[in-house]
């Protein structure tokens, strides 16, 4: 390979597009039901007369179901074949949202959710691997890019469809609508991915299973736990955050020891990959965390409908769709040191905006920013995960796939659970209405609570004045937390500082090369 066929990678064929294919609607399937379902929480407390705790069960099991089962996606991947599990994870998740619509009661929705977070937790793991396998390391940013329009996209379309399909049909149609998605990636998945070979050198970690998936799933308990109860102190939160970090860092230790652990943390020694996957993980914290706040702002201080609040979302769509593939080819060309650094500010000085919100912000100017955001968006994500997997060979590729996946769904679980516990923090402290309780708890209804609940119609016997005020206190709370996940944008910039700033040597892109086996036909 000479050093202009590197600065110039092949073109992505037909036969890698087909797989690219696949994988997306595998990743549309998983991101999309994550939003579409966080929409219908409140239609499901009514439907099944619940709590908010217990619906917000419908996100936390599937959010465990999907930690206890990626860090199998790897030894699963080379022991059984990528296509045939890919299949299965599918079918899991299409079969689990069947289940999901016929739920009659809170604790049937919450069982079959974690069916279907079995096989969502594989989709993404094992699509990447696929990807990455298919298209081999000098092509593997343009295909990343493919991959991620439905990782940015999600947030966005999943609120609007959520509250389209609530409003005009019924919310088992959130489920639903997976059926014919799934039963197509099924077939599509069927014709287009190349036949297995799976090649199984290597034993099960038993150990490294009991000590990895439980801990896991027992500190994103604790986390998720964290919105519910408002602190740290409460005892479901830290006794399994606690339990859940002793067994993650046992498990750091012993993986170490065992020739072929169920997570390879060696694959750290590759500078490239840890400074990537470091950098993915802070950008995850602080953008998914705060992110999920903008829509709520729509929402609680403005006064829209979900529909609504989906709708003035998409300028952040529209900016990720417009950069992401010219990222995707940069990545292929330039070091993605040299340009996420600049992505990272669009996003910081769009992000900078929603620090000012009040009651009566101009749309004009959030719509803006959620653009120069999406701008942004679009070449910082799939660009850092493309450096992190670019240098990973052979058997390298599905576990690495496996970490960064991980890393991912760790970040985002705290960015989220740190940004919500803030934002109640700050509206735990609005002013006690007197006289005015809550019938169902007895508790004063704040002022902060009156005025969202004015906001969608609530007609409660409070004077105009206060409303406003407890708006105000609503939107100054938005604002201060919006401060918190800028903060963390910031932050940000510390690990990107590290990313590679030169293209590796062409003997180690041929090594690269060589080891991921490039073409789809070869995929084992």
């Given at each position: 390979m000479t050093d202009?066929?590197?600065a110039q990678p092949a073109k992505l064929d037909a036969a890698v597009l087909k797989i690219a294919g696949v994988v997306v609607l595998g990743a549309i399937m998983s991101i999309l039901d994550i939003t579409v379902v966080s929409v219908a929480l409140p239609t499901f407390q009514t439907e099944f007369d619940a709590t908010y705790a217990q619906v917000a069960w419908t996100l936390t099991g599937y959010t465990l179901a999907l930690a206890t089962v990626i860090p199998l996606s790897g030894w699963a991947a080379d022991r059984f074949g990528t296509k045939r599990l890919y299949m299965l994870a599918?079918?899991?998740f299409t079969a689990g949202s069947v289940l999901c619509a016929t739920a009659g009661s809170i604790e049937q929705l919450v069982t079959y959710r974690v069916i279907q977070g079995l096989g969502g937790g594989m989709l993404m793991p094992l699509g990447m691997t696929i990807m990455t396998r298919a298209a081999g390391p000098e092509r593997i940013g343009r295909l990343m890019a493919v991959l991620g329009i439905p990782m940015l996209l999600g947030p966005i379309g999943g609120p609007i469809l959520g509250g389209w399909l609530i409003e005009a049909a019924s919310w088992h149609w959130v489920f639903l609508i997976n059926l014919p998605i799934g039963i197509i990636g099924l077939v599509?998945?069927?014709?287009?991915?190349p036949k297995d070979d799976p090649k199984p050198s290597e034993s099960f970690d038993f150990v490294g299973m009991l000590m990895l998936s439980p801990g896991l799933a027992l500190f994103l308990f604790g986390v998720s736990s964290l919105p519910e109860t408002g602190t740290i102190t409460a005892t479901k939160v830290w006794v399994t955050m606690l339990i859940g970090a002793l067994l993650v860092i046992g498990f750091v230790f012993y993986s170490f020891k065992p020739k072929h652990p169920l997570l390879d943390l060696r694959l750290f020694r590759n500078k490239r990959l840890a400074i990537s996957s470091i950098s993915l993980f802070v950008f995850i914290i602080a953008f998914m965390g705060a992110g999920l706040l903008f829509p709520s702002y729509f929402l609680q201080v403005r006064g829209e409908s979900t529909l609504h609040a989906g709708l003035l979302m998409a300028p952040q769509g529209i900016g990720a769709m417009i950069t992401m593939p010219i990222a995707g080819m940069l990545a292929d060309r330039i070091p993605v040191?040299?340009?996420?650094?600049?992505?990272?500010a669009l996003i910081a000085a769009g992000f900078f905006a929603f620090t000012q919100v009040g009651t009566d912000t101009s749309y004009l100017l959030l719509c803006g920013s959620l653009?120069?955001?999406?701008?942004?968006?679009g070449g910082t994500m799939m660009p850092i995960m493309t450096s992190a997997l670019r240098t990973l060979t052979g058997p390298e590729v599905a576990r690495g796939s496996t970490l960064v996946n991980i890393m991912q769904q760790i970040g985002g679980s705290i960015g989220t659970a740190t940004m919500s516990v803030i934002l109640t923090s700050h509206l735990n402290g609005s002013a006690?209405?007197?006289?005015l309780n809550d019938p169902s708890s007895g508790e004063p209804i704040t002022e902060a609570?009156?005025?969202i609940a004015a906001q969608h119609g609530s007609q409660l016997p409070v004077p105009p004045e206060i409303i406003q005020r407890g708006l105000a206190f609503v939107a100054d709370s938005f604002a201060s937390t919006f401060w918190v996940g800028f903060f963390l944008v910031l932050v940000t910039f510390i690990p990107i500082a590290f990313l590679p700033r030169k293209r590796p040597p062409v003997t180690e892109a041929l090594s690269a090369e060589e080891g991921a086996v490039p073409t789809p036909v070869v995929m084992h």
């Amino acid at each position: 390979m000479t050093d202009t066929a590197a600065a110039q990678p092949a073109k992505l064929d037909a036969a890698v597009l087909k797989i690219a294919g696949v994988v997306v609607l595998g990743a549309i399937m998983s991101i999309l039901d994550i939003t579409v379902v966080s929409v219908a929480l409140p239609t499901f407390q009514t439907e099944f007369d619940a709590t908010y705790a217990q619906v917000a069960w419908t996100l936390t099991g599937y959010t465990l179901a999907l930690a206890t089962v990626i860090p199998l996606s790897g030894w699963a991947a080379d022991r059984f074949g990528t296509k045939r599990l890919y299949m299965l994870a599918l079918f899991l998740f299409t079969a689990g949202s069947v289940l999901c619509a016929t739920a009659g009661s809170i604790e049937q929705l919450v069982t079959y959710r974690v069916i279907q977070g079995l096989g969502g937790g594989m989709l993404m793991p094992l699509g990447m691997t696929i990807m990455t396998r298919a298209a081999g390391p000098e092509r593997i940013g343009r295909l990343m890019a493919v991959l991620g329009i439905p990782m940015l996209l999600g947030p966005i379309g999943g609120p609007i469809l959520g509250g389209w399909l609530i409003e005009a049909a019924s919310w088992h149609w959130v489920f639903l609508i997976n059926l014919p998605i799934g039963i197509i990636g099924l077939v599509y998945a069927q014709f287009a991915l190349p036949k297995d070979d799976p090649k199984p050198s290597e034993s099960f970690d038993f150990v490294g299973m009991l000590m990895l998936s439980p801990g896991l799933a027992l500190f994103l308990f604790g986390v998720s736990s964290l919105p519910e109860t408002g602190t740290i102190t409460a005892t479901k939160v830290w006794v399994t955050m606690l339990i859940g970090a002793l067994l993650v860092i046992g498990f750091v230790f012993y993986s170490f020891k065992p020739k072929h652990p169920l997570l390879d943390l060696r694959l750290f020694r590759n500078k490239r990959l840890a400074i990537s996957s470091i950098s993915l993980f802070v950008f995850i914290i602080a953008f998914m965390g705060a992110g999920l706040l903008f829509p709520s702002y729509f929402l609680q201080v403005r006064g829209e409908s979900t529909l609504h609040a989906g709708l003035l979302m998409a300028p952040q769509g529209i900016g990720a769709m417009i950069t992401m593939p010219i990222a995707g080819m940069l990545a292929d060309r330039i070091p993605v040191g040299r340009t996420v650094p600049f992505a990272m500010a669009l996003i910081a000085a769009g992000f900078f905006a929603f620090t000012q919100v009040g009651t009566d912000t101009s749309y004009l100017l959030l719509c803006g920013s959620l653009f120069v955001m999406g701008l942004g968006m679009g070449g910082t994500m799939m660009p850092i995960m493309t450096s992190a997997l670019r240098t990973l060979t052979g058997p390298e590729v599905a576990r690495g796939s496996t970490l960064v996946n991980i890393m991912q769904q760790i970040g985002g679980s705290i960015g989220t659970a740190t940004m919500s516990v803030i934002l109640t923090s700050h509206l735990n402290g609005s002013a006690p209405i007197p006289g005015l309780n809550d019938p169902s708890s007895g508790e004063p209804i704040t002022e902060a609570q009156a005025a969202i609940a004015a906001q969608h119609g609530s007609q409660l016997p409070v004077p105009p004045e206060i409303i406003q005020r407890g708006l105000a206190f609503v939107a100054d709370s938005f604002a201060s937390t919006f401060w918190v996940g800028f903060f963390l944008v910031l932050v940000t910039f510390i690990p990107i500082a590290f990313l590679p700033r030169k293209r590796p040597p062409v003997t180690e892109a041929l090594s690269a090369e060589e080891g991921a086996v490039p073409t789809p036909v070869v995929m084992h």
